[in-house]
């Protein structure tokens, strides 16, 4: 039962930290965007480089075209 007095004040601790990032969280503006970054990866994310201009392209097994 003794056990007990040390639980409880380590849990409300932790509770406080817990709503203390999330508060951050939200004032930093960590939820303003939700819908981009799983929209990201259905769009195709980062084009794939450009060769430079000096060489000619290559396909995609790595011979010139």
Do not use: H, K, Y
Request: charged share 10%.
């Amino acid at each position: 039962m003794t056990i007990l007095l040390v639980l409880v004040p380590i849990s409300v601790g932790l509770l406080g930290i817990a709503i203390w990032a999330f508060v951050w969280a939200v004032r930093s503006g960590q939820f303003d965007n939700l819908d981009s970054a799983s929209l990201a990866a259905l769009v195709g994310g980062v084009p794939p480089p450009q060769p430079p201009p000096d060489q000619p392209p290559r396909d995609g097994s790595g011979r010139a075209a």
